[in-house]
Structure formats: structure tokens, C-alpha cells
């Protein structure tokens, strides 16, 4: 299925075949009610005949999960015809039970993705009328159905691995769930029960595209922190990492086929970096994950998939837009799904995999609703740089438009200096050194040319000096957590302070070699200084 195209130039993108076919689908439903509701009755019978082919209990946690869930997205929407319209899912997970037969944790999986869609699903709806279901159900035809097929058929990938093969079954049952929402939906609209909610929330887009540089480089050097304890979380469950390339890559994949490569990389991207930061927090909060676990974090990957799909498929819109928008149906859609595993908490013995969801929708939540936006908006801002220097000039004298963080911006950008001091220390002493040192001398004629073309003196903006400065504090220090910071703690000092020599090189340079040579000294001055307390520690024998 190729990607929407663009239509012509200037005018709105033209609908894809997939966009025509589930608006015609939801037209045709939404015409033929009686005959939707009495097929969808007759498969019902049918499932809940079959589900007694399936011994065991029925898993009253899926039920106490649906009836929570479902209450919180009428909250959130603040309609009680909610519980009318998300009723689809409750058909779908019958379907599921009935001819899957699934347990607890893999129903809990099928209802989350399933609850997800269907409160996105409700945030297109404009109204009960045939005319807004068209635009609606196209926007569907974007976003829901790529998502959710691309979820399924990266389950059902990581099945045929035969590691997993009871993904298979929740595979089906997500489809069975989204087939459900699909046809119902439109059909229990022609009783005319829904109308778009004009209550007005907040607007926290602004303040997330002001502080998107913050949030941005906040969550890649918690990635970064986190990495080791992700690789010791990823031995501890045990998890195949060709069986986790071949679910991630056929999800990527569908959704390149239907959206496109950019949509497909920050969905993948996100789904990836949300599920890390989850095993590395579970890590270093000393929860012991064990291979029961996994099931918890294949959940938060096919949320954050889902999520990011939402958030990617901007079109013509505008990110500011988009993020108030989607991030509100993102918060309400998680909330809702945390609410339905507490209740199956409360009523089943969740107890080992309440923690990983719990942690994971937290994770979740902060990562799709500011650290992508975010993202997004350090992408568009990077693109208009004509007027500033140029693309790359100004990247590297901003580290990455670290420097254009409203509140701390040298702190920022002497923040990144500290995983490559981390990095490059290992190398040894002199390889490291030297390295700093190119770095130091290529910042000079790289901070010349973007004053030149901007005419300022000393931009705030520009933060290549601070990491230059600490990285050669760093380098001049032993390897070590205390000693990275110590070294980024006291660079900062001498750099605010100023004292004597820092001071006399900021008033008498003059362009970038002031620019520079100020946070030099105080990196020189810092790493002399630690380096001293080394040696005095040593010969009095505080350390080795």
C-alpha cells in the first residue's frame, strides 16, 4: 500500500486507497445498522459457544479492566455515550476469548491495544452524521489501521520465531478487536448518539515546543544513563534479540508501506526508546525482571507504536496542533489503560506484572506527549536556519540546539560533554586527550563562522564552548562516575565564577578565541584541580 500522496501543490493531501476503503466500509456500516448489530450478535453467540471449548475460568480481570476502562474514556470525554461506542470492544474481546481462548496476561494485552485505538478512534468522530464520518474514518484509514495492523502482524512475527508462539493468538485477537470498532462504531452512530465534545483544555503545546530542547536532550542522555542497565534488563528476560529484530521490523515495515518512511522511523524509534528506558528504570529501581516480564514490555511497545503513529502523521497541519491535539487523546487513552490493569490488579493476581506496565505507561506517557513533540519541533527548528548561521554551523556551536534551551543552556550543553568523556576515557589517557584536544581546535574556526554570518559578539545560544571545557576537564581526571561529575560540577563553577584567568581570557580574546578560550581555562583550571586532589588523595593514602 503506498504512501498518501501529497496531491498537488499547495492543495490538501489526496486520500490513499486504504483511506477510501475504511470510509466506505464506515459508510456502508453506518447505512446498514440492523444487519452490522445482527451479524456482529450472531459471531457473539457463537464466541461466547465456543469459549466453553476453552477450559478454565473466565478471566474476571479482563472483565473488571473493560468496565474500567471504559468508565475513565467517558470521564474523559465527558459523554456517557462512551460506553455505548467503546461497547465494540467489549464484542471484539468476546470474539477473542471465544475462539483464542486467552489467558489473563495475553487478554490484558489484547484489551490495552484495543482500548487505545478505540479512544483515538472517538477523538476523529466530528459527529453522528454521514458526512463527518467520511473525513473521520480517512483520518482512521491514517493512523488507526496502520497502527493496529502493524502491531498485529509484528506479533505474529515474533510467533513464527516459535520463542513466543501465544503472540500469535493475542495477534488475532487484536484484529478480531479492531475489525469489531471498525464496523460497530459507525453503525451504533446512526442512532445519532455522539457529538464532538466542545469542552476547550488546556493548550500545553507552546510550553512544550519552548522547552523542547530541555526535553529533548533530557531524554537522549536518559537513554544514554540507562543504556547499561537496558542490555543487563535485556539478558534478565531472557529475550531473543532476532525474535525482537523480526517483530520491530515487520511493525517498521507495514508502517513504512502505509505511511512512509518518516512515520515509520519515529514510531519505531519511540516504541524502541520508551520500552529501554522502562527495562534500564525497572533496573536501576532494583526490580529483579525476570522472562514473565517480557509480555509487560511487548505491551508498552505496541502503545508507544500506536502513540507515535498519531503523532508522526502531521500532513499539512501544524506541529503546535498536532501535539495539543494528540497529546491530550495520548494522556487519556494511557490513563485509561493504567486504570484497566489496576482493576485487573485488584481482582487477579497481577502482582509481578504490575510494575513493568505501571513504570511503562509512566515512561510512555512523558515520552509521547513531550519528548516526541519535542523532537519534532528541535527537527523543524533545525530546518529554518538560513537566517542563523547555516544547518550545520549552527547545530554544532548549539550541540544539537542544546544551546537554545530557555533556562541553563551551558549547563545543557556541558551536560552532553559527559557520555562522550565517558566514551573516550577508556581509550586511555593520551588517546583521549588527544581527541579533546581536535575537538577544542576544530570549535575555533567553527564558532568564527557562525558569528560571522550571524554579527554577534557572544550569542547565548552558542554552548560548544562548554562542552569543549568540560570535555577537557574530564579527560584530565580518572574514569568514574564521581569523577565525571566532579569534573562537570567544578567546570561549571569556574565557568559562572570566573575567576582570575578565566576572566582576564573572556575580557582580552577577541571572537571565537574569547568565545572559547574562556571555558578552556575553566576546564583546564577544573581538571588541574581534581587532578591535584588525585594525587594528594593518593600519596596520603585515601585511595588507591
Request: charged content about 10%.
Amino acid at each position: 500500500m503506498a504512501p498518501v500522496s501529497s496531491g498537488s501543490s499547495g492543495g490538501p493531501p489526496q486520500p490513499g486507497r486504504l483511506e477510501q476503503l475504511v470510509a466506505a466500509s464506515a459508510i456502508w456500516c453506518h447505512r446498514h445498522p440492523r444487519g452490522v448489530l445482527a451479524a456482529a450478535a450472531l459471531l457473539t453467540v457463537a464466541a461466547v459457544a465456543g469459549r466453553f471449548l476453552h477450559p478454565g475460568k473466565l478471566p474476571l480481570g479482563l472483565l473488571a479492566a473493560l468496565v474500567a476502562g471504559t468508565a475513565w474514556a467517558g470521564i474523559h470525554f465527558r459523554r456517557l455515550a462512551v460506553v455505548v461506542l467503546l461497547a465494540p470492544l467489549g464484542v471484539g474481546m468476546t470474539w477473542s476469548l471465544g475462539l483464542m481462548g486467552l489467558r489473563l496476561e495475553l487478554g490484558l494485552l489484547v484489551l490495552a491495544v484495543g482500548l487505545d485505538q478505540g479512544i483515538h478512534l472517538l477523538a476523529l468522530m466530528r459527529s453522528s452524521d454521514a458526512a463527518d464520518l467520511v473525513p473521520s474514518f480517512r483520518q482512521a484509514g491514517r493512523t488507526v489501521v496502520p497502527a493496529t495492523a502493524s502491531i498485529a502482524l509484528g506479533l505474529a512475527a515474533v510467533a513464527s520465531t516459535g520463542e513466543a508462539r501465544e503472540l500469535g493468538a493475542a495477534a488475532v485477537g487484536i484484529v478480531l478487536t479492531s475489525v469489531a470498532q471498525l464496523t460497530l462504531v459507525p453503525a451504533l452512530l446512526s442512532l445519532r448518539l455522539w457529538s464532538a465534545p466542545t469542552h476547550r483544555r488546556p493548550d500545553l503545546a507552546p510550553a512544550v515546543m519552548r522547552w523542547a530542547p530541555t526535553l529533548g536532550w533530557t531524554a537522549v542522555l536518559t537513554f544514554i544513563a540507562l543504556w547499561p542497565h537496558t542490555r543487563s534488563a535485556t539478558d534478565a528476560l531472557g529475550l531473543s534479540r532476532i525474535d525482537f529484530a523480526a517483530g520491530a521490523s515487520v511493525a517498521m515495515g507495514l508502517l513504512w508501506a502505509f505511511r512512509g518512511p518518516a512515520t515509520a522511523f519515529t514510531a519505531g524509534l519511540t516504541a524502541l526508546g520508551s520500552t529501554a528506558i522502562t527495562a534500564g528504570t525497572l533496573m536501576v529501581m532494583g526490580r529483579e525482571l525476570a522472562p514473565a516480564d517480557a509480555l509487560g514490555l511487548t505491551l508498552l511497545f505496541c502503545l508507544a507504536l500506536s502513540a507515535a503513529t498519531h503523532t508522526a502523521d502531521r500532513t499539512k497541519r501544524s506541529l503546535l496542533h498536532v501535539t495539543h491535539a494528540s497529546g491530550w487523546t495520548i494522556a487519556g487513552a494511557t490513563a485509561a489503560v493504567a486504570i484497566s490493569i489496576v482493576a485487573a490488579a485488584l481482582v487477579s493476581n497481577l502482582d509481578a506484572l504490575r510494575t513493568v506496565l505501571l513504570v511503562g505507561l509512566g515512561v510512555h506517557l512523558l515520552v509521547a506527549t513531550a519528548v516526541v513533540p519535542s523532537m519534532a519541533a528541535l527537527v523543524e527548528s533545525a530546518r529554518d536556519s538560513e537566517d542563523k548561521g547555516g544547518l550545520l554551523p549552527r547545530l554544532a556551536v548549539t550541540v544539537g540546539l542544546a544551546g537554545e534551551a530557555p533556562v541553563g543552556p551551558g549547563t545543557l550543553g556541558a551536560l552532553v560533554a559527559i557520555p562522550i568523556g565517558f566514551a573516550i576515557q577508556p581509550l586511555g589517557i593520551v588517546p583521549s586527550i588527544a581527541i579533546a584536544v581536535v575537538i577544542t581546535a576544530v570549535s575555533i574556526p567553527v564558532t568564527t563562522r557562525y558569528l560571522e554570518r550571524t554579527g554577534r559578539h557572544d550569542p547565548s545560544e552558542v554552548v560548544l564552548d562548554e562542552l569543549v571545557g568540560c570535555l577537557l576537564a574530564m579527560v584530565m581526571v580518572p574514569f568514574g562516575l564521581v569523577w565525571g561529575w566532579a569534573a562537570f560540577g567544578l567546570f561549571r563553577l569556574f565557568d559562572i565564577a570566573k575567576p582570575g584567568p578565566v576572566r582576564y581570557v573572556e575580557r582580552r580574546a577577541a571572537g571565537a578565541w574569547g568565545v572559547i578560550g574562556d571555558d578552556v581555562v575553566a576546564g583546564l583550571m577544573a581538571g588541574a584541580v581534581l587532578l591535584g586532589v588525585r594525587i594528594a588523595g593518593t600519596s596520603l593514602g585515601w585511595w588507591a
